[in-house]
């Protein structure tokens, strides 16, 4: 059953977003700007790997990958969502995530809260589709230690007619020239996962405050390696509060630990579903949360010279 938002409308389902229809992202040769309509897809599985036990009685491997709990989500729905793209909020090698406005927000039946869009550089959607079946294996976790996921899109372009932003960056002019040495691909992927947007960085230089982080680091992790997550990003840009409601969604208790989190857990892009035992995971995990906290305690940003 859908949750009811303040202003009497229910809440968008994690899969219902059907269609995604783009300002921003593409432009055509001459400058023109390109609308681009994207239809969600199943993703790639995500990534696991089975270790083979070094004996009968090896404690440190499981029998089998813990499976997920089967999704409590209603058949697809149909909603077609149009969005425009806005500031950059994060780069790397890989993908780009923006920030977006849904333009057509007043004609949902639904609300939707604010978004960002998670952008694959070219060629490099695999990542960002395992990522997503990343999403979709912790679905259980979502609005309470990771972010809510509203899908994976992809499709493909005529990259030698359209540029594409993440690709090739901002200053593309136009009329678009062409490397002949690295011609572009006319079949080209997208791939495109919907996010909720989270809140603010965590901040930093409290040791009273990072120790109730690290309490709920710990919670947070075992969460995860009930499911056998390994290979977590433990850093501090991969931690974010939780998204302020209103405008974003309440968060919801986390399954085992039942408890409302302050902050949130992202990025899975090189995570692994394992078969090892979640005490070992959890073990493993204590060091990282240790030194992660210790930078949210004693880290201070550098002070501007004065002149």
């Keep these: 059953m859908s949750q009811m938002h303040t202003d009497g409308k229910p809440v968008v389902v994690l899969n219902s977003i059907w269609t995604i229809s783009i300002c921003g992202l593409a432009t055509r040769n001459d400058g023109t700007p390109e609308r681009l309509e994207i239809k969600r897809i199943d993703p790639d599985s995500s990534k696991k790997h089975f270790y083979r036990p070094l004996c009968a009685n090896d404690s440190l491997c499981l029998s089998a990958i813990p499976s997920p709990p089967q999704s409590s989500l209603l058949p697809d729905g149909n909603i077609e969502l149009s969005l425009q793209i806005g500031d950059v909020l994060g780069e790397n090698d890989r993908n780009i995530v923006y920030a977006v406005e849904v333009t057509n927000a007043d004609e949902l039946a639904c609300y939707v809260p604010p978004l960002v869009m998670k952008v694959a550089?070219?060629?490099?959607?695999?990542?960002?589709?395992?990522?997503?079946?990343?999403?979709?294996?912790?679905?259980?976790?979502?609005?309470?230690?990771?972010?809510?996921?509203?899908?994976?899109?992809?499709?493909?372009?005529?990259?030698?007619?359209?540029s594409i932003t993440p690709w090739d960056g901002p200053d593309c002019s136009h009329p678009r020239t062409f490397d002949p040495h690295v011609p572009p691909h006319p079949s080209a992927p997208l791939s495109v996962m919907l996010l909720e947007r989270l809140g603010e960085p965590i901040s930093t230089g409290s040791r009273i405050e990072s120790e109730t982080i690290r309490r709920d680091l710990l919670d947070m992790h075992d969460e995860l390696a009930r499911f056998g997550i390994e290979c977590i990003d433990w850093r501090l840009g991969n931690l974010l509060s939780a998204p302020p409601s209103p405008p974003g969604l309440p968060g919801m208790p986390s399954p085992n630990h039942d408890h409302l989190y302050s902050i949130r857990i992202f990025d899975f892009e090189f995570s692994i579903r394992t078969n090892t035992p979640h005490d070992a995971l959890n073990a493993e995990a204590k060091v990282h949360v240790d030194n992660l906290v210790y930078e949210i305690a004693y880290y201070q940003p550098p002070r501007p010279r004065k002149f």
């Design 121 to 162: 550089k070219l060629f490099k959607g695999r990542n960002l589709s395992e990522e997503a079946g990343m999403y979709q294996d912790l679905e259980c976790l979502q609005g309470s230690v990771i972010p809510r996921c509203y899908g994976y899109f992809c499709t493909t372009v005529d990259h030698t007619q359209l």
